[in-house]
């Protein structure tokens, strides 16, 4: 019913069967010992005919998990995930996929690469690769059919995921992050040239689902976009986009839209100075060259102490996954406010700004030690003992109590070079281990 | 930017393989026979691999010559008198140890020394490789009977001679591959690297010390490392040989095997088997993975392993005050000895030479080359046609045919067992750490101690020996082609598996588009090594001893070894030359093309 008009129509079937219904859909990770590690928590999600929706969030919100858990490529711990009204058990036939890598077999064709999945299928031969031909003709990679992937750039490896995806006559496209590591240029072009297909409803896809993180990406694309948190991942709003394709990006209405969810994903900090870090607080690993030096842009010209984060990403030509942590990590350490999608430098970050290099370790030294109980606690664990040295797995055992291995580890990392930075201990990789002293120092 | 330290090794793409060669390089295992993959292109054969071939072989002939046709019969050593109690095994490892440390002190100085003079000289180069080529597909136990000559007739009489045989004959099984590995990574040193080294005007010893050792490392590292696992087989083999009327034992687990042959005593055999397995083991865990945890830290890229190295005997080391104290002691003499060198002077300016100089070395170096390359052709010919007539090369040929298709067979069956079971294990990281090493075990293993239970079961139960004699030239081999398939597998690309999966491939398709694919560098590199072990075994293999009696298959190993026994020096050279041969045209005219394929295809190349 309403095939023709699915994709025309802006206000969404709301009555049909939903392609997609996930209901308290969680998923937990076992781990050697303590709890299992959440990444997902009771996510609920419909998805109608004629639907472009996004999931958006940081890295490390379970979103790219629960796309995994809709291809059927994993299970979830808890809940139900129905397509089609049919509960999914393994990889569903009418739903594909486009990939963040890719995923292209390098060994294959680009012929082949679209034709393997028909393969799969014990399709008529001749039938497939007319379907094949056809898919490549529409995504435009006309010419290229014997070319291997690795003789293509970025952008046409992507266009070969979609025809890989598209030759399926998919009910459902889903998208893990699929312009995001492409060039800026061509991710746009692609992104304007899916939207054309499906406007002009040339593609047989009815609903599509999309990963990203990219705020302007989800406002462009999407009809409605759900916001997630992380850790645990959940979702913590849904937002509708009002607008009509073709949109434009310069639409005061658009630029207002991104600044609220710009605003929605930054609320979570926005206790900042009451909040007291836990040693297990995860630490973004961020370089305190990176620090400083947006703690001089924020300082200086336009901005004078204060910027609009969507703004200022742009300016510094930053994603949001890029630019949130450092944002973070100042307010972390106490140089600066991050609240309702805006950012302003604290007076401690003024004077950061103007200091010298020494000054500026000092300042930074105490900051750490006062606001990051991780590096407080290895300092006084360094002080106590005799030879203040201290092997690193002492503090990874005690970190991965309260987070992943790799987590831990980044954790450790982030924590150790800013150690060295404020020069309160020093790491030798060697014996892997933190003292107070310089190494060399020792030998002299 | 943020993400690019805390990734899941196991997201890597083939695509950021290709771009990280050590990543590759040390899960897939340098092998010697690709290791000229950046050098000789073509595959067919060059003029200069065939001036190398009749180099090589005039040399052997001239040594056949100065040594074998004595009638004299040079003072025989006596058995030493092994003693089989099971007692004395620790004292006769340990000198089977350090054999085989002596070697590989050997092994380095020349690999360094040879790779350094290949890296820098374009004319030694030319006719170099080549020979280094060429002489790792020569059979080393053919090698025994010339090398055992050599050292014999060096020092008559004397113990002496007979250890640096040995010694010598477990060389040539270590050094080739670690000789290309040093060449090929200072081949590749970054051209930045390099001009820092020249900006900041180090001297030579300065740059090899800070740069060019620094970098061939890992590389040598892990060739070493896979030269010795190799090298037990050889140093089992070479503690006890005939050659003509002369028998060679030295104390040694090889000998231990062969006395228990003798005497049929099948108990002793398996306290020799035990005993080695003692040795490898300590070896391994004491030597082998420190070694390469310790190579990690020369590495150049920055992506974490997928695997990191973990060795607690390093760690023990490096956290030890007492070896801490000593380093400072070590790097404090080191450096104060740096401070009393003289400063670096100024170096000269090369004096200009005229502009014919260079052609006209060229000219006298490679006229040079091709009169020994004429001379060596000649004298192996003639030395070959003397003594023998053209229907015996052809009975060798023959001969070859028939151990060829024992390799080929062989081959074969194994790649159809380990395979799968390879893929399976390679697929569960877990399951692939516990699998790894214990393949790499077994690869060092040196499977001609099993040779005796094997034969022992053949004579039990009256068996064909043409054909069960067959699957001990594969029994130590069949190793490389497991751990490479495991390598290989669990490298493979995390986002493909779930691609095909969400394509719902499986079956036939599955392994046929999917995977095979994308581990086919890695098996080639595995059945390449498996076969050409198995060229070497058959010297050993076809030709048995159990007591009094004796098996024997048809084949060119049987060939070789009944020359050995004979002393008959002509049939050895022949037969070294032709199984060289067959081995050089196997590398080149099959493994070598389908390994560039493969990997063009997976992308490992640029």
Redesign the interface.
């Known amino acids: 019913m309403g095939e023709t008009e699915s994709a025309l129509a802006q206000a969404p079937v709301q009555n049909a069967t939903p392609v997609l219904e996930a209901r308290g859909v969680s998923r937990a990770f076992a781990r050697p010992h303590g709890e299992p590690l959440k990444v997902l928590e009771a996510v609920d999600l419909t998805l109608y005919r004629g639907e472009i929706v996004g999931l958006l969030g940081r890295s490390g919100s379970g979103k790219s998990t629960l796309l995994r858990i809709v291809a059927g490529l994993i299970r979830p711990s808890a809940g139900s995930v129905k397509y089609l009204g049919r509960p999914i058990e393994g990889p569903p036939p009418g739903v594909a996929m486009v990939f963040q890598s890719f995923a292209l077999f390098p060994w294959l064709t680009v012929l082949q690469n679209v034709e393997v999945g028909l393969e799969a299928q014990d399709l008529d031969p001749e039938e497939r690769r007319a379907r094949a031909l056809r898919a490549i003709d529409i995504i435009g990679l006309d010419g290229f059919q014997n070319a291997y992937p690795r003789e293509l750039s970025g952008g046409m490896r992507q266009r070969v995921g979609f025809a890989r995806a598209l030759v399926l006559n998919p009910t459902l496209l889903l998208m893990d992050e699929p312009f995001s590591a492409l060039d800026v240029l061509t991710a746009e072009t692609l992104r304007t040239d899916f939207l054309d297909l499906w406007m002009e409803n040339k593609l047989p896809i009815q609903s599509v689902l999309l990963v990203t993180h990219n705020i302007e990406e989800a406002v462009l694309m999407c009809d409605r976009v759900l916001l997630f948190s992380s850790n645990p991942g959940r979702v913590v709003a849904e937002i509708r986009v009002p607008f009509k394709h073709p949109r434009n990006r310069l639409d005061p209405r658009f630029r207002q839209l991104v600044d609220d969810i710009y605003a929605r994903m930054t609320v979570r900090r926005e206790a900042g100075k009451a909040q007291v870090l836990s040693i297990g607080e995860r630490l973004p690993e961020i370089s305190t060259n990176l620090l400083a030096g947006l703690i001089e842009a924020l300082a200086s010209e336009p901005y004078k102490g204060h910027a609009d984060m969507p703004a200022l990403a742009q300016s510094l030509a930053l994603e949001v996954d890029e630019l949130f942590p450092i944002a973070e990590s100042l307010q972390m350490l106490g140089f600066a406010e991050v609240a309702a999608g805006d950012v302003h430098l604290t007076p401690l970050g003024r004077e950061f700004a103007e200091a010298d290099t020494q000054a500026r370790k000092k300042i930074f030294a105490r900051q750490l030690v006062t606001r990051i109980p991780l590096a407080a606690h290895i300092k006084s664990v360094l002080d106590e003992r005799p030879g203040h040295r201290a092997p690193a797995v002492r503090f990874l055992s005690e970190l991965e109590d309260y987070l992943t291995d790799n987590a831990a580890e980044q954790t450790l990392r982030a924590v150790t070079n800013w150690g060295r930075y404020a020069e309160i201990f020093t790491y030798d990789d060697a014996t892997e281990s933190f003292s107070l002293v310089e190494p060399e120092t020792e030998n002299v | 930017?943020?993400?690019s330290?805390?990734r899941?090794p196991t997201?890597f793409?083939?695509?950021e393989l290709a771009q990280q060669p050590t990543e590759i390089a040390r899960t897939l295992v340098a092998h010697p026979y690709l290791a000229v993959r950046g050098l000789a292109r073509s595959a067919l054969p060059s003029h200069w691999d065939l001036a190398a071939f009749v180099l090589l072989f005039g040399a052997f002939t001239l040594i056949a010559l100065a040594f074998g046709q004595f009638n004299a019969p040079l003072a025989t050593i006596e058995r030493a008198g092994i003693d089989l109690h099971p007692s004395i095994l620790p004292w006769y490892a340990l000198r089977t140890t350090l054999r085989m440390m002596a070697a590989m002190a050997l092994s380095l100085v020349f690999s360094l020394g040879y790779a350094y003079v290949c890296a820098y000289s374009r004319r030694a180069e030319r006719v170099l490789i080549p020979v280094l080529d060429i002489l790792q597909s020569v059979p080393i136990l053919g090698f025994l009977s010339f090398t055992v000559t050599f050292f014999l007739g060096l020092f008559p009489g004397k113990v002496l001679g007979a250890e640096l045989a040995s010694i010598f004959a477990i060389f040539t099984s270590q050094a080739w591959n670690m000789t290309f590995s040093v060449y090929q990574s200072l081949r590749t040193v970054p051209e930045d690297l390099t001009e820092v080294s020249r900006s900041l005007r180090f001297t030579a010893w300065q740059r090899f010390r800070t740069l060019e050792l620094p970098y061939a490392m890992p590389g040598l590292i892990w060739n070493m490392m896979m030269s010795m696992s190799g090298g037990w087989f050889f140093v089992v083999a070479s503690e006890a040989i005939t050659v003509g009327n002369q028998t060679i034992t030295l104390p040694g687990i090889g000998s231990y095997v062969a006395t228990a042959i003798e005497h049929r005593d099948l108990g002793a055999i398996g306290w020799a088997i035990l005993a080695m397995l003692v040795v490898i083991l300590l070896y391994d865990q004491l030597l082998f993975r420190p070694l390469i945890a310790y190579g990690e830290?020369f590495r150049m890229d920055e992506l974490p392993p997928a695997v990191e190295p973990e060795s607690w005997v390093l760690r023990m080391l490096?956290?030890s005050r007492l070896i801490q104290w000593l380093q400072?002691l070590w790097?404090?003499g080191f450096s104060r000895l740096r401070r009393t060198a003289k400063p670096v002077r100024e170096k000269k300016p090369p004096r200009e030479l005229p502009a014919w100089t260079a052609p006209a070395l060229d000219l006298v170096w490679y006229s040079a080359v091709i009169a020994c390359a004429t001379y060596g052709s000649w004298l192996t010919v003639h030395y070959i046609s003397s003594t023998l007539d053209w229907s015996e090369v052809l009975r060798a040929v023959e001969l070859a045919c028939i151990t060829m298709l024992r390799v080929v067979v062989l081959v074969g069956l194994a790649s159809l067992i380990w395979v799968p079971i390879g893929v399976q294990i390679g697929l569960r990281p877990r399951l692939a750490a516990v699998a790894q090493p214990l393949a790499q075990f077994l690869a060092a293993f040196p499977a001609n101690l099993l040779f005796p239970v094997a034969v022992f079961l053949i004579v039990r139960f009256g068996l064909n020996e043409d054909v069960f004699l067959s699957p001990l030239m594969i029994l130590g081999t069949q190793w490389y082609i497991l751990f490479n398939v495991i390598a290989g597998a669990s490298v493979y690309?995390r986002?493909?598996l779930?691609?095909a999966?969400?394509?719902?491939?499986?079956g036939r398709?599955w392994w046929k588009?999917?995977l095979l694919?994308?581990i086919?560098p890695y098996y080639v590199t595995g059945a390449m090594t498996a076969a050409g072990g198995s060229w070497n075994a058959s010297i050993v293999a076809e030709f048995v001893d159990w007591g009094h009696t004796h098996l024997q298959a048809h084949g060119l190993g049987s060939y070789i070894a009944q020359a050995t026994a004979d002393g008959d020096y002509p049939r050895i050279v022949l037969g070294v030359a032709v199984m060289s041969l067959f081995v050089v045209a196997f590398n080149r005219l099959l493994w070598r093309p389908l390994y560039r394929r493969a990997e063009r295809?997976?992308?490992l190349e640029d």
Do not use: K, N, S, Y
Request: proline fraction near 6%.
């Open positions: 930017m943020a993400e330290g805390g899941d997201q793409t083939l695509r830290r490096e956290r400072t790097l404090g690309p986002d493909l779930d691609a999966r969400h394509l719902r491939i499986g398709l588009r999917v694919p994308g086919l295809l997976v992308g």
